[in-house]
């Protein structure tokens, strides 16, 4: 099984990775995780990034594609991978569909989760994180034990600048100018379906399975 997962900020492409990541035992490779590792472990790559980030310039492509190929060909012993946030622009598509040529792979599905602006800002703006580990909570959906305090470590949990809404915005108009674009490339090729992404979680998992059982995707 091997996908991608497009969609805004708060769209709950990361919840769902997880999820079919353990109900089919594929890898979710998770950009921003992925990145955040590198950072933290100090490697080449994580080194340039940092580098880059905090002269507040974006990531290149070209380094982007480098992290998640590597991830991508780790991952071939589960038999498969769940793409979250990469592709992001229009020339990481182009540059993961030549990478999964060489390696004579290729994408069984793209899920595209459309959500509304009202549902994105209210999800993020009540998503509290740990610092540390980065485990998230939201102050409805899924609070901790104890407001304010992680359930494991017992840190204070706060919210990310990326969460106010404000920001939000701003991160949906980006989201609309670099990443919509992969909604016309990935049409193109019928690999996108849309899912409708302001459902709760457990209503979404039945539409994902169904599309699944539809197209016969298995592992």
Request: charged share 30%; with cysteine.
């Amino acid at each position: 099984m091997k996908l991608v997962l497009l969609g805004p900020p708060g769209a709950g492409k990361g919840t769902h990775a997880k999820i079919l990541s353990e109900k089919y035992n594929v890898a979710h490779l998770a950009t921003g995780d992925i990145l955040r590792t590198h950072i933290r472990n100090k490697t080449k790559l994580g080194l340039q990034a940092k580098e880059i980030i905090e002269k507040g310039s974006l990531v290149s492509d070209d380094l982007v594609n480098e992290m998640m190929f590597d991830e991508i060909q780790k991952s071939n012993f589960r038999g498969g991978f769940i793409l979250d946030g990469y592709p992001r622009t229009l020339g990481q598509a182009v540059a993961l569909d030549e990478f999964l040529l060489k390696a004579e792979w290729e994408l069984d599905a793209v899920l595209n989760f459309a959500v509304s602006e009202k549902v994105i800002i209210d999800r993020l703006s009540g998503r509290r994180v740990n610092p540390s580990t980065g485990r998230v909570y939201h102050t409805r959906n899924r609070p901790p034990k104890k407001e304010g305090i992680c359930d494991e470590t017992g840190e204070k949990l706060v919210m990310r600048k990326d969460d106010e809404p404000e920001t939000v915005r701003n991160r949906l108009k980006v989201y609309s100018q670099e990443t919509k674009p992969l909604i016309s490339y990935y049409q193109k090729s019928d690999l996108l379906h849309d899912i409708h992404g302001d459902f709760h979680v457990p209503e979404l998992q039945q539409e994902i399975t169904a599309l699944f059982d539809k197209l016969k995707l298995t592992v």
